[in-house]
């Protein structure tokens, strides 16, 4: 799926569970168009490795999101946890892959009281202490 694909998706408003994974082709401009589907409570985006921080951002509207999957997602940063302030409701995190996020960008994750799973295989940069 590319950029134009996640647009005729907009079309399916009352989709609550998408799965993007290894859309490789699918870039920032994507996720804006994904963004308009506000019912989604469970999206997966892993290995959409043209996925970066600002598409993430896009992903704000998305207030509902119980289950999140980065996996693979290698732009992803620091700066882009910090946007996961925007899902209260996020009880499943995976960011196995996601090799820029360190232990400032895990301390962003604080904030989400109703996380009960999180993934951080190969987060080389995240250290035990980023852990405490």
């Known amino acids: 799926v590319t950029d ?3 647009k005729g998706v907009m079309a399916h408003t009352a989709l609550m569970s998408l799965s993007l994974a290894g859309c490789q082709e699918l ?3 994507g996720l804006q168009s994904v963004a308009a589907l506000t019912s989604l409570t469970s999206l997966s985006i892993a290995g959409c490795w043209q996925a970066s921080d600002e598409g993430f951002y896009a992903l704000k509207p998305l207030i509902g999101l119980a289950h999140l999957s980065l ?6 940063s620091d700066e882009g ?3 996961l302030r925007a899902f209260p409701s996020l009880k499943s995190l995976n960011l196995a892959g ?24 190969m987060c080389e940069q995240v250290t035990e202490e980023g852990l405490l």
Do not use: H, K, N, Y
């Not at 996996?71 to 992803?76: D, F, K, M, N």
């Not at 232990?103 to 109703?114: H, Q």
């Open 81 to 83: 946890m910090r946007t």
């Open 27 to 29: 870039t920032d401009a």
């Open 4 to 6: 134009t694909g996640a």
């Open 98 to 121: 996601c090799w820029r996020i360190t232990d400032e960008g895990l301390a962003a994750l604080a904030p989400l009281t109703a996380l009960t799973s999180l993934s951080l295989t």
């Open 71 to 76: 996996e693979g997602c290698e732009q992803v």
